[in-house]
């Protein structure tokens, strides 16, 4: 097991955000999260890579248990998370940016290597052309595959995307889909990808899913399994979820 | 006088001035809580405060409890200047700026005074008679500032549970796009706030005048600029009244101590306080940085 | 490197105009002064976008640090060695207070350690005159302790020109050492800290240990800077004049003014200021906070790049671009 969440519990003053969810991700894996705004889907990742402590419960990676320590302990054990509000370090450069990554992350490259790197994976996510600008003039879209250029540039082995599929098209959408595949292939990264209402989208992507609903975990397992159960339906619009339908998605915000 | 008789008159002396250094750090709170802006040139405005009262009490024979009036009247316009002139062009950018700004803004203050009043220490002494507590005498202007302080916060207080405007500015710093949602002007309460801020601090500046009877100067804010961040750090920094009830336990430690370091021979006790003010709040700090009276993470 | 070329071509220039122009070498003193003041704050506030408002502090103990070695050793015979001794005194002084200061608010986030900053210069003093601490409110004066180790001649060369010379070098490391941590991870992990803080810490960027790094190599050329510009200069340290906040806010206007971050900003800043001062002076004495106050709020709203941030935006991309860094 790459990951393993232990009955995590994280309160915000009278709020439980997320409400003992335990779950387990094996190593090169595809894993989704869904669950509606609010569910809490967030507040795991930020307790996975550290941005929180849980109130209670463990967080166990590569067989150590992590809980207590912080952020930047995690990443170069290999942990790389985008952020659901892109949080680029707006006036440097994509190439920088993306080279920090490589840096400090699981990679530890000096700052040659880092730029290597950097070119890498900007060409992967087809940023070529904006190597050179600030990150902060970006559009949304663009600082998205600049996050997740410098999460894989962290050489991951456990990969957290937070809706970096949100606002895509779907052409945008299957060339991620494409390009997360190739990378967790080819460098044995564990992906996560949370999902707010893009269910074609974990359809096509993830082999096992888990619903999150209130905090809670309500269900976990094979996709179309899960997402075909009644209460998982009920908590989504009531729609029922076909393989791979294109539109299937609400649009709620 | 024996010991413990210093002891106790002292730290009556505490609470006196305590709730005072409470009233001076709740517009520093404020300001902190509301827009999230630490206001470094805190103290220059609180230097207004003594001036307004020295000038009102020397041409006027206005009473300082009076003055009060007047320097909250003043605080606000200068509050919102400052605001519109400055701060309000400081929104969103990063915090280096506003701290950068305000500390510039405290500075610009007292020079000004400088230029303007000169650099003399000056006071004025206020009759009133002394109560005697068995073990010393208070003056009577002492209890009035306590009681001037008590009714200023409480009236805050009321004001924030009861009015509109007050509610709305709860609302502003609970969940700022839902506030703008509802149809509040962000920045007009943003600009209530900093003004009312800066008011609070001016009108204490009239009431520290009663406990430093030649202190007045264009520098005397710095001192209290400290002793109102020890004292904001220890009330939850966002909190007014966290900083409130955090003036009085600071008067008390700041005198009490006071009273414990004149035991020690070669050291000049008053000196030392101030050292202990910035001790105390690197000590604070790192036990707990959110502040020790609860009060919110940043 | 075209950016060093640049640095070094203006460090020559002030170099060459102080010693072949008669009468000049004291108003390039007095520039370089500002100059390296700007190059060892601008490590920290520059790199890391943390303000000190207690920065004079590390100057003030530098300078102690000075005096102290002067005062204690010049009976022992050590002689010409008491001045590197002295150099390494006061860094070591300054180091110390950046450790302790440092280590409890560099934890924190900016605000809560600007707040933490601002009462230690003021802390320092009422330490030092309230403990009757290094003579106290009298300070320490070394008048004689220098001629007794160097003898008049030479003493009065060291406070003339030596005490100069070191500040120059000081500024130019400053400034080497600026160019090399941009350049280093640790420049980009800074870069990371100054942007966002919570991103470079999930980007696996030790935020608390490279702050105080910056710090620290901030407070260490600070405190020698204090040694010599003070206490060689002007042979003595009084409390009340080397904590005086005139000299932090200096150091953020110069920072500011010639662009926080940048290489060439302290030289730029500082040069300029130097210049300002150096009128204001003339035309409304005693009164330069007044006009350095609102400059200050000034830059702060209108112009917060500063002129070699403002310019190097304007080069990028042309055939200028590396020459201003
Ligand atoms: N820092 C925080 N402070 C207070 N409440 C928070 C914080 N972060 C998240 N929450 C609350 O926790 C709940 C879960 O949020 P989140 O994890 O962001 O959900 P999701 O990502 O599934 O939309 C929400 O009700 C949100 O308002
Ligand atoms: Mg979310």
């Not at chain 2, 009431?207 to 109102?228: C, D, R, S």
Request: net charge neutral.
């Amino acid at each position: 097991m790459l990951l393993k969440v232990e009955d995590v519990t994280k309160r915000f003053g009278g709020l439980v955000a997320v409400d003992s969810v335990s779950f387990e991700i094996k190593e090169g894996e595809a894993f989704g999260i869904v669950g509606p705004n609010g569910s809490g889907k967030t507040t795991l990742y930020n307790m996975i890579s550290g941005v929180y402590q849980p109130d209670s419960g463990r967080i166990i990676f590569d067989g150590r248990d992590i809980t207590d320590l912080p952020a930047h302990a995690r990443a170069p054990l290999g942990i790389g998370r985008t952020f659901q509000i892109p949080r680029p370090f707006p006036s440097a450069t994509v190439r920088e940016n993306v080279a920090v990554g490589a840096m400090f992350g699981r990679a530890q490259a000096d700052v040659k290597e880092a730029m290597e790197i950097s070119d890498y994976y900007i060409e992967l996510v087809g940023l070529s052309e904006q190597a050179n600008k600030a990150a902060g003039t970006l559009t949304p879209l663009e600082k998205r595959l600049m996050e997740l250029a410098r999460a894989l540039a962290m050489k991951p082995r456990l990969l957290l995307l937070d809706e970096v599929m949100a606002g895509m098209n779907p052409k945008d959408i299957g060339n991620i889909i494409e390009l997360l595949q190739k990378v967790r292939q080819e460098e044995k990264i564990a992906v996560v990808a949370m999902v707010e209402h893009l269910m074609h989208a974990i359809t096509k992507f993830a082999e096992r899913v888990m619903v999150m609903h209130q905090g809670r975990k309500l269900l976990e397992g094979p996709t179309m399994e899960v997402l075909n159960d009644e209460r998982v339906i009920e908590v989504y619009l009531g729609k029922k979820i076909r393989e791979g339908a294109e539109g299937a998605e609400g649009h709620r915000t | 006088m024996g010991f413990w008789e210093q002891l106790a008159s002292n730290l009556v002396f505490g609470i006196l001035l305590g709730s005072v250094y409470g009233l001076a750090t709740m517009g520093l709170s404020l300001i902190f809580g509301v827009l999230r802006i630490v206001n470094v040139g805190h103290g220059a405005f609180l230097m207004i405060g003594a001036y307004a009262a020295f000038w009102l009490f020397t041409l006027f024979g206005l009473s300082p409890i009076a003055s009060i009036f007047m320097a909250l009247a003043v605080g606000l316009a200068l509050g919102f200047i400052t605001f519109y002139s400055v701060i309000k062009r400081l929104i969103g950018a990063p915090e280096l700026s506003t701290l950068l700004a305000t500390f510039g803004i405290g500075l610009f203050i007292e020079e000004l005074a400088k230029l303007v009043w000169g650099p003399d220490y000056r006071g004025y002494s206020w009759d009133t008679p002394y109560i005697s507590l068995g073990i010393s005498a208070i003056s009577f202007s002492k209890i009035y500032a306590l009681l001037a302080s008590i009714v200023i916060a409480f009236l805050l207080f009321m004001w924030f549970k009861k009015t509109k405007l007050g509610m709305a500015v709860r609302a502003v710093v609970e969940d700022k796009e839902g506030a703008m949602v509802c149809g509040i002007d962000v920045t007009r309460i943003y600009a209530l706030s900093f003004a009312l801020g800066i008011a609070l601090t001016v009108a204490s500046g009239v009431l520290i005048t009663l406990f430093v009877p030649v202190g007045i100067n264009p520098y005397m804010g710095g001192e209290y600029t400290l002793k109102a961040f020890v004292i904001a750090v220890l009330g939850g920094l966002t909190s007014p009244w966290g900083a409130f009830y955090a003036g009085f336990i600071f008067g008390l430690l700041e005198n009490g101590s006071y009273t414990l370091l004149g035991l020690i021979p070669d050291v000049e006790p008053f000196s030392l306080t101030r050292f202990i003010a910035f001790t105390t709040l690197l000590i604070i700090l790192l036990i707990k940085p959110t502040g020790l009276l609860g009060g919110e993470e940043m | 490197m075209r950016g060093v070329h640049t640095l070094l071509i203006i460090y020559a220039i002030l170099l060459i105009v102080g010693l072949t122009v008669p009468g000049m070498w004291q108003p390039v003193a007095f520039l370089m002064f500002y100059v390296a003041l700007g190059q060892a704050f601008n490590i920290f506030l520059g790199l890391t976008g943390y303000v000190d408002f207690g920065y004079v502090a590390f100057l003030a103990l530098g300078s102690y640090g000075m005096a102290i070695a002067m005062d204690s050793l010049y009976q022992t015979g050590l002689g010409a060695a008491i001045l590197p001794i002295g150099l390494l005194l006061a860094a070591l002084m300054s180091i110390m207070l950046s450790l302790a200061v440092g280590a409890v608010a560099l934890r924190l986030r900016g605000a809560y350690f600007a707040i933490a900053t601002i009462g230690v210069n003021e802390g320092f003093r009422y330490l030092i005159e309230g403990a009757r601490l290094w003579g106290g409110s009298e300070g320490i004066i070394i008048t004689g302790a220098m001629r007794k180790i160097f003898g008049r001649e030479m003493a009065n060369f060291i406070s003339t020109m030596v005490a100069d010379v070191l500040v120059f070098g000081i500024g130019l490391l400053a400034a080497l050492t600026t160019y090399v941590i941009i350049h280093k991870r640790m420049g980009y992990a800074l870069m990371a800290i100054r942007e966002d803080e919570d991103a470079a810490r999930v980007m696996g960027i030790n935020v608390t240990k490279y702050k105080i790094m910056a710090f620290i190599t901030s407070a260490f050329f600070a405190g020698l800077i204090g040694a010599s510009a003070w206490t060689l200069k002007m042979t003595y340290v009084f409390p009340s004049d080397v904590f005086l906040i005139t000299y932090t806010v200096e150091a953020i206007v110069i920072v500011m003014l010639g662009g926080a971050g940048t290489l060439l900003g302290p030289v730029v800043g500082g040069i300029t200021y130097g210049l300002l001062k150096y009128y204001l002076s003339v035309i409304l004495p005693g009164f330069q906070l007044l006009i350095l106050a609102p400059l200050l709020v000034a830059i702060v709203v209108a112009f917060p790049e500063g002129i070699v941030g403002y310019l190097k935006e304007r080069v990028r991309g042309t055939r200028f671009e590396g020459y201003i860094l």
